[in-house]
């Protein structure tokens, strides 16, 4: 795949880029090296002054990043928008926290002293996707560079200009010396560069198979990795639920970033007694969304980022009819420029389908009808994802059974599921594994270093 800005709303090559060649490589590997040892020797304080410059020019440039990012993958400008303003809170949360997160902690032993300390490791990696073309990266830069770490970005080919406006942005607000560097590089020279011995961790969001071969490239290295890969997440729906409420953000979860989201909710499963209500006032909100291009504020859903999407999200709707699913709207490419897909509902779906259980990337619903609480839990849990999971009851003690019984990384009751730089985020089974956000997300790329101190 060529590095290159195509816009998904007609299919217009905007800017291409060539790859970085092996000299160049080396020579940002060798700055990082050097940019390791200035930014590990800053205080807190220091770092945290440019992290909180960060956030005010994100959101001075808030405008004109949002479009770049409409541009290059298609999401609808307001939610651009909203983006960088969120990467913007999540470099404010780790300027004020970090210092508090990674602050020695003493351990009472029967030594003098006995303390923890956490110190920065290194470069690291980080092999990031085009749905969030700078939330995703943020979520990682903004605390692995409060603790000390510098990043590399290999970011996906498809927003290279979104890439090396992050790298601008922190270059600006004073991390200039190399503490984060952008590679331009495509996916066949992310290993050599993850087994180079300067490169002491690696992160990635992405796919299942990008996932494992970075993550097996790593434990070869012996080196830490943290993946955050696919979900097909499960929206639950109980009789005590607010209904209207509860449909309302049902679409809203399925359609976020043109339904381009690894936490998108994907399968809906409701309770038998509120199903075909459930159901009806779900596809008549699914067929109202408005469709078209993503810088008219008025449009729901975008393009999709590449063809091949619609190419996968097509076949695994059409085998999904032909396992025996019902599909009630939606269900085909728009005609014309563009890759867009219609906002699709499929029902009655088999567990042959691929609807069933498979992430479906993009505005693709699938519903499921459930018996009881213990049944919905096991419609759920069937998927090798576990990501996160959206529960809908006023009931307490049948929310704390999707609680504990759900197999994901995070629940939320009565809301959509969604990332917060204040607690951790990440998931089980094949959505990966390691955190991300929150104290544990900081703490995934340090040296927790024991300090024993006898007396002498």
């Not at 998904?8 to 040892?37: C, K, M, N, W, Y």
Request: proline fraction near 5%; hydrophobic fraction near 45%; glycine fraction near 8%.
């Amino acid at each position: 795949m060529s590095i290159a800005t195509v816009n998904p709303s007609t299919g217009e090559t905007l800017r291409v880029f060539d790859p970085l060649t092996a000299v160049e490589i080396e020579q940002r590997l060798a700055r990082a090296g050097e940019a390791f040892h200035v930014n590990r020797g800053r205080s807190f304080a220091d770092r945290g002054q440019r992290m909180k410059r960060t956030a005010e020019l994100l959101e001075e440039r808030k405008n004109d990043y949002g479009r770049l990012m409409t541009v290059e993958m298609g999401k609808p400008i307001k939610a651009s928008i909203a983006e960088v303003e969120k990467c913007a809170k999540v470099c404010r949360y780790y300027s004020e926290n970090a210092e508090g997160f990674l602050a020695d902690e003493h351990v009472r032993t029967e030594a003098a002293d006995s303390f923890i300390r956490y110190q920065p490791l290194g470069p690291v990696l980080a092999v990031m996707p085009w749905n969030f073309p700078f939330w995703q990266v943020f979520r990682f830069a903004a605390p692995s560079l409060m603790a000390g770490n510098v990043g590399l970005l290999k970011h996906a080919s498809n927003v290279p200009q979104s890439a090396l406006a992050i790298e601008e942005v922190l270059r600006d607000a004073g991390f200039d010396h190399g503490e984060f560097q952008t590679l331009l590089i495509g996916a066949g020279q992310v290993p050599a560069i993850l087994e180079d011995e300067r490169v002491r961790a690696a992160t990635l969001t992405g796919s299942e198979p990008a996932g494992a071969s970075v993550a097996s490239t790593a434990a070869r290295r012996i080196k830490k990795s943290v993946l955050e890969l696919g979900g097909s997440d499960p929206f639950v729906v109980m009789p005590s639920a607010d209904l209207e409420e509860a449909v309302k953000i049902a679409v809203k979860a399925r359609i976020v970033n043109n339904g381009q989201s690894c936490i998108a909710a994907k399968r809906f499963i409701v309770h038998e007694a509120i199903f075909d209500e459930f159901e009806s006032r779900f596809v008549d909100a699914m067929k109202k969304l408005k469709v078209g291009d993503p810088l008219d504020e008025s449009v729901d859903v975008g393009p999709l980022a590449m063809p091949q999407i619609v190419n996968d999200l097509e076949k695994q709707v059409k085998a999904s009819v032909e396992a025996g699913a019902k599909l009630l709207t939606g269900g085909n490419r728009r005609s014309g420029r563009g890759n867009f897909y219609e906002p699709t509902v499929l029902s009655s779906i088999p567990p042959s389908a691929p609807a069933f259980a498979e992430e479906t990337f993009g505005p693709v619903a699938s519903l499921f009808r459930a018996k009881d609480t213990a049944d919905a839990i096991r419609i759920a849990n069937a998927t090798p994802f576990g990501l996160g999971a959206s529960i809908w009851t006023s009931d307490r003690d049948e929310a704390e059974r999707f609680i504990d019984g759900i197999e994901s990384g995070q629940v939320f009751v009565n809301a959509m599921v969604a990332s917060d730089p204040r607690v951790p985020f990440g998931g089980v089974k094949h959505s990966g594994f390691g955190r991300e956000l929150g104290v544990h997300g900081i703490r995934e790329f340090v040296n927790i270093k024991t300090v024993w101190i006898a007396l002498v």
